[in-house]
């Protein structure tokens, strides 16, 4: 099959509190990761960084809205926000009054090969 589908309601809720969603794991991706992560309000995600894979991150938020406190750095973000984490930013997402729900995607650096202007 040339494609694979899935909707976030038909995940599996898992991690603390069941607020990740294992998207890549659904789709049987092995080019990069990507997961749907739903803190509520005032919830916090793990602290983290990804040294030990060396992947680049990015996580978009969807709904709602908060911060991620990047290496000490409060980093305000809502929906359409877009923030990048290199592999050794420590990160840990902290969800504002009404929650935030983040869709993340990280690949190790240097995996992507840019083609053409985009």
Known sequence: MGYSVINVDDIE????????????????????????????????????DEVDTGQEEVSVVVAGSGHWVVDGEDVPARVGTFVRFDPESTRRAVAGPDGMTFVSVGSRRGSYEPRGPF
């Not at 509190?17 to 803190?39: S, T």
């Open 13 to 48: 809720p898992a991690g603390p509190g069941g607020g990740v969603r294992f998207v890549r794991r659904e789709l049987d991706l092995l080019a990069f990761g990507i997961n749907w992560f739903a803190l509520p309000p005032g919830g916090e995600g793990p602290e983290h």
